[in-house]
């Protein structure tokens, strides 16, 4: 297949990085599972000398996911964790970064108890509001970390105007695109100069693998992050990296089926009286509903409003006997699988973050996250409908 770039997402997400085996003809590539390579002589090698550095099968999954995002160049890791720490590592100490307030609870325990011990300084601001951001830059401010939509408040931010202000100040804007998969979201098409994703989440899609990613077409912030990726050595097995390649081939039915089965979800629960609130980007409630209509979209240029919903039940008492009669939702952390997952973010992807700080952005004990799987709509629906009504009945 020639000029691969020019073809649409879906067939993108098949063949780039998945070429049959030119010897054997074997559709699906082979895994190098090697940790070191012969070599024709001294300073004589075949491309490749040690797996720490480059593997093929890693070589393959990077020219993937960078198409996918609209990006140059990808440079994975073993976790979306080691993702954002090589991030940082490109900077240096008293540099400055702002961050998106509502971050995953894993993230802003790495910049509060680990990067910060470092030099490094954040300052965690409400980046809906443009206002703050211009408020929050300093001569020494270097990124801007977005996460939009957050996690698990689904607030959105404004990917072109917040990359509009940083060029004019020489700030590198940084998009967690997990959430929406590059399916549903490429912020690099909206300025942003790089883009992270939890590889564990939509884009494996099966809660079986670890990943990390950061995409961008900046050469020389590429060249900075491959040599973190060799020299610290946080690398993604050749078997993860085969895993993901595989699953990105099924991305785009994934992440569409989630979110057809969400929109429709988030739609019942507004009608759910025993739920006090439904946030959701796809309804007209959201306060970012038109920006998400205007940013969160396919490839195809369809609205797509993501697989994630949170809702708030009237108390403790409520929340965990809803947990408890749950069936076909799994009460576990993560998202983006193809299985329904449930968790309380205040306890649990949000437990290190401090509790006055949790309370005063909305993430509340009675908060419930939804993560939205392909299963069938009306048996998910069924599901939340008995341990609904199992609330009303112990009123």
């Given at each position: 297949?020639?000029?691969?770039?020019?073809?649409?997402?879906?067939?993108?997400?098949?063949?780039?990085?998945?070429?049959?085996?030119?010897?054997?003809?074997?559709?699906?590539?082979?895994?190098?599972?090697?940790?070191?390579?012969?070599?024709?002589?001294?300073?004589?090698?075949?491309?490749?000398?040690?797996?720490?550095?480059?593997?093929?099968?890693?070589?393959?999954?990077?020219?993937?996911?960078?198409?996918?995002?609209?990006?140059?160049?990808?440079i994975?890791?073993?976790?979306?964790?080691?993702?954002?720490?090589?991030?940082?590592?490109?900077?240096?100490?008293?540099?400055?970064?702002?961050?998106?307030?509502?971050?995953?609870?894993?993230?802003?325990?790495?910049?509060?108890?680990?990067?910060?011990?470092?030099?490094?300084?954040?300052?965690?601001v409400?980046?809906?509001?443009?206002?703050?951001?211009?408020?929050?830059i300093?001569?020494?401010?270097?990124?801007?970390?977005?996460?939009?939509?957050?996690?698990?408040?689904?607030?959105?931010?404004?990917?072109?105007?917040?990359?509009?202000?940083?060029?004019?100040?020489?700030?590198?804007?940084?998009v967690?695109?997990?959430?929406?998969?590059?399916?549903?979201?490429?912020?690099?098409?909206?300025?942003?100069?790089?883009?992270?994703?939890?590889?564990?989440?939509?884009?494996?899609?099966?809660?079986?693998?670890?990943?990390?990613?950061?995409?961008?077409?900046?050469?020389?912030?590429?060249?900075?992050?491959?040599?973190?990726?060799?020299?610290?050595?946080?690398?993604p097995?050749?078997?993860?990296?085969?895993l993901?390649?595989?699953?990105?081939?099924?991305?785009?039915?994934?992440?569409?089926?989630?979110?057809?089965?969400?929109?429709?979800?988030?739609?019942?629960?507004?009608?759910?009286?025993?739920?006090?609130?439904?946030?959701?980007?796809?309804?007209?409630?959201?306060p970012?509903?038109?920006?998400?209509?205007m940013?969160?979209?396919?490839?195809n240029?369809?609205?797509?409003?993501?697989?994630?919903?949170?809702?708030?039940?009237?108390?403790?008492?409520?929340?965990?006997?809803?947990?408890?009669?749950i069936?076909?939702?799994?009460?576990?952390?993560?998202?983006?699988?193809?299985?329904?997952?449930?968790?309380?973010?205040?306890?649990?992807?949000?437990?290190?973050?401090?509790?006055?700080?949790?309370i005063?952005?909305?993430?509340?004990?009675?908060?419930?996250?939804?993560?939205?799987?392909?299963?069938?709509?009306?048996?998910?629906?069924?599901?939340?409908?008995?341990?609904?009504?199992?609330?009303?009945v112990?009123?």
């Open positions: 297949m020639t000029n691969k770039s020019k073809h649409h997402f879906e067939t993108r997400a098949i063949h780039v990085g998945n070429h049959s085996n030119i010897r054997t003809g074997s559709v699906s590539p082979a895994i190098h599972l090697t940790s070191t390579y012969e070599q024709d002589g001294l300073g004589r090698d075949r491309g490749f000398d040690y797996s720490r550095a480059i593997n093929p099968t890693r070589q393959r999954l990077e020219s993937n996911i960078a198409t996918l995002e609209e990006g140059k160049h990808a994975s890791f073993s976790s979306g964790m080691a993702a954002i720490t090589a991030l940082f590592q490109t900077l240096k100490q008293c540099d400055h970064i702002i961050v998106s307030r509502n971050v995953y609870g894993g993230t802003y325990r790495v910049f509060d108890q680990v990067l910060s011990n470092h030099g490094l300084t954040f300052d965690f409400d980046t809906r509001d443009l206002n703050s951001i211009e408020s929050s300093r001569p020494e401010t270097k990124i801007l970390f977005l996460e939009t939509p957050t996690n698990p408040l689904l607030e959105i931010s404004d990917i072109s105007a917040i990359s509009s202000i940083c060029k004019e100040h020489n700030i590198i804007v940084a967690d695109n997990t959430f929406m998969s590059p399916y549903g979201q490429r912020p690099i098409s909206l300025g942003a100069d790089i883009v992270m994703h939890s590889g564990t989440k939509h884009i494996g899609g099966h809660s079986d693998i670890i990943s990390g990613l950061l995409i961008t077409s900046n050469k020389s912030l590429a060249d900075q992050l491959y040599f973190i990726q060799k020299a610290a050595g946080a690398v097995s050749p078997f993860d990296c085969w993901l390649l595989r699953s990105t081939k099924t991305l785009s039915l994934r992440v569409q089926q989630s979110a057809e089965n969400a929109k429709e979800i988030a739609e019942w629960l507004t009608n759910q009286p025993i739920v006090t609130e439904v946030i959701y980007p796809g309804l007209e409630s959201h970012q509903h038109k920006l998400a209509k940013q969160q979209l396919t490839p240029g369809d609205v797509i409003y993501g697989s994630l919903i949170s809702i708030r039940l009237k108390d403790e008492k409520a929340r965990d006997q809803f947990i408890e009669k069936n076909i939702f799994t009460f576990a952390e993560s998202l983006g699988g193809v299985e329904s997952l449930v968790c309380v973010p205040y306890d649990m992807t949000h437990g290190s973050v401090p509790d006055d700080m949790k005063k952005m909305g993430i509340t004990p009675t908060l419930i996250r939804l993560s939205i799987g392909i299963e069938n709509v009306n048996d998910l629906k069924r599901d939340l409908k008995f341990a609904l009504q199992e609330l009303i112990s009123e």
